[in-house]
């Protein structure tokens, strides 16, 4: 089974909105990226959170990890049309060096 | 400073033949690791390799898979006797492995289509 599970599995807002995607995850962790990926493309690196940080912020993206919940929050703020595409969080498990993705969560920023 | 590099990007295969997939890492990026994602779905992870070492082969398929990163060239994914089910985009990372965390950067991906 997946170690990271995204919800919602779709989400679809209007432009300017916030968009708050969650992941859990089932064991421990050295660390939690989350990545975009538009239709067809690859991915891109959006952000890494230490298991020892609760919260990281980058540009518009606020991305919160609670340890004791196994679970991180990515919030997209003032969400744009050119964030429409896939969010993945991925899990390095503990002295691993792959990582283990989610499902994914569609977004879809209405113009 | 060029990114991971995929080729090709776009691979038909009737069932049967082989499929051969190249990455080239990022410059001075010695490991490199091989997903699968299939349509609608996260990736999986299948390989990582170091340059003439299979470090973690744990999610490749036992039959017909195989990969290698030899000392000279591209890491190569192999896929004998393709069927169906193969069908999926296989991205590429690579990471220079010298901090923690580890960082893997994505190539564009290759989208097999086995008919």
């Known amino acids: 089974s997946q170690q990271g599970e995204e919800d919602p599995q779709a989400l679809s807002i209007q432009e300017g909105e916030n968009a708050t995607m969650n992941c859990s995850y089932k064991?421990?962790?050295?660390?939690l990226q989350w990545y975009r990926q538009n239709s067809g493309r690859g991915l891109v690196h959006l952000i890494l959170?230490?298991?020892?940080?609760r919260e990281k912020h980058s540009g518009r993206l606020r991305v919160t990890l609670d340890t004791s919940k196994k679970s991180s929050s990515l919030l997209i703020t003032a969400s744009r049309a050119a964030d429409t595409a896939s969010y993945f969080c991925?899990?390095?498990?503990?002295?691993?060096?792959?990582?283990?993705f989610g499902k994914g969560t569609k977004l879809t920023v209405n113009p | 400073n060029a990114g991971v590099m995929q080729n090709p990007r776009h691979l038909v295969r009737r069932r049967g033949q082989e499929a051969r997939l190249r990455c080239s890492p990022m410059?001075?990026?010695?490991?490199v690791y091989w997903y699968r994602q299939l349509p609608e779905e996260g990736l999986k992870f299948m390989v990582y390799?170091?340059?003439?070492?299979?470090?973690?082969e744990s999610g490749m398929p036992k039959e017909r898979f195989s990969a290698e990163f030899p000392k000279e060239g591209p890491s190569i994914l192999r896929i004998q006797q393709v069927v169906r089910g193969d069908s999926a985009a296989y991205f590429c990372?690579?990471?220079?492995?010298?901090?923690?965390?580890?960082?893997?950067?994505f190539g564009p991906g290759t989208r097999l289509t086995v008919t």
């Open positions: 990372a690579s990471s220079p492995r010298l901090t923690q965390p580890i960082e893997q950067y």
């Open positions: 064991t421990s962790i050295n660390n």
């Open positions: 959170i230490r298991s020892n940080e």
């Open positions: 991925a899990t390095a498990l503990g002295g691993s060096e792959k990582l283990v």
């Open positions: 410059k001075g990026h010695s490991h």
């Open positions: 390799l170091q340059k003439e070492n299979i470090i973690d």
